[in-house]
């Protein structure tokens, strides 16, 4: 039983009839190997610690199976020995730019210009994270003192917060964006609507700071305490108090990095409850689909 055999079992009906076609096209992929539908992903690194990446390969045998049947990876300098950015379908872009470094600036330039979707992955790329500390004067690159997140330099399609996001969430958002790009219309329509909270992320950029936090869910009453959001905090301008964050608006840089991490803040009663168990459902039919071969 496939990948999208699964999800199909377990979603509504409208996503049932989605997802039939996308199975008949996985099988059919899986029959006339090197397969022609596959989408390309490129990882671009920027300047991080290579976490992402590493959360990236934690999905193990899932990862070899979406790389076997969904995703050519066409472009990683870890992992595939391919010197100039290519034209991708789906850029995944770890770490934040540095000004200094020209080759860094043209990159993010050129892997815009070449890709149908950017995702900035992991909060280096979409907020700076650590790296907005930089203030330069290390042993190897000394001049290396400003670096901002990606979104500052060029348009970005989706935002996967997270230091380092979470292995399930960075594959996710690999089949839905096969789905985005090779279903049909209602299989477009179903992976649309998985990644529209982290778009609307992307959308939101770098503007957040903690008082939107506090509108958008402390105040909603949405907020569970799980103490995320003063994790993320890189000037540790939130602390618990009684459970509940509470923010130091004096030393608030407003990078949006709170507001990206915490797991309420892009609740959607809409698409939340279609997608509760899409973990589970993918990692299940990834399973399946290694005995199966
Ligand atoms: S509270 Fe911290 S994480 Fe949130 S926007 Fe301000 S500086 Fe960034
Ligand atoms: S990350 Fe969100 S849910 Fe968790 S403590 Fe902060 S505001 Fe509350």
Do not use: W
């Not at 299989?187 to 008082?211: H, I, N, V, W």
């Amino acid at each position: 039983m496939g990948l999208l055999n699964s999800i199909e079992k377990t979603m509504g009906k409208e996503a049932k009839l989605a997802l039939v076609a996308m199975e008949n096209k996985a099988e059919a992929t899986k029959e006339k190997k090197p397969v022609t539908n596959k989408i390309k992903i490129g990882h671009v690194h920027m300047s991080g610690c290579t976490g992402c990446l590493v959360s990236l390969a934690d999905n193990n045998l899932g990862l070899i199976k979406i790389l076997d049947d969904y995703a050519d990876l066409v472009y990683c300098l870890t992992l595939a020995d391919v010197r100039h950015i290519p034209e991708m379908d789906v850029a995944l872009v770890e770490g934040s730019v540095c000004l200094q470094d020209h080759e860094s600036v043209e990159d993010i330039k050129e892997t815009r210009k070449k890709s149908k979707i950017v995702v900035a992955l992991g909060s280096c790329a979409c907020y700076g994270n650590i790296t907005r500390f930089s203030r330069g004067g290390q042993h190897n690159q000394p001049q290396h003192e400003s670096y901002l997140p990606i979104g500052d330099l060029i348009d970005v399609d989706v935002y996967i917060p997270g230091c380092p996001p979470s292995p399930e969430l960075i594959r996710n958002v690999a089949v839905m964006a096969y789905l985005l790009l090779e279903g049909n219309e209602e299989q477009k329509e179903l992976a649309g609507k998985y990644l529209k909270p982290l778009m609307d992320l992307a959308k939101r950029g770098t503007s957040g700071c903690f008082c939107d936090l506090m509108y958008d869910v402390i105040n909603q009453g949405l907020c569970m305490g799980c103490g995320t959001c003063a994790a993320s905090c890189p000037v540790h301008a939130i602390t618990l108090e009684f459970g509940k964050p509470q923010g130091e608006r004096d030393l608030c840089i407003k990078c949006g990095s709170c507001y990206g991490a915490c797991p309420r803040s892009f609740f959607n009663l809409d698409v939340i409850p279609e997608f509760e168990n899409i973990n589970e459902i993918i990692a299940n039919a990834l399973k399946e689909g290694e005995s199966d071969d």
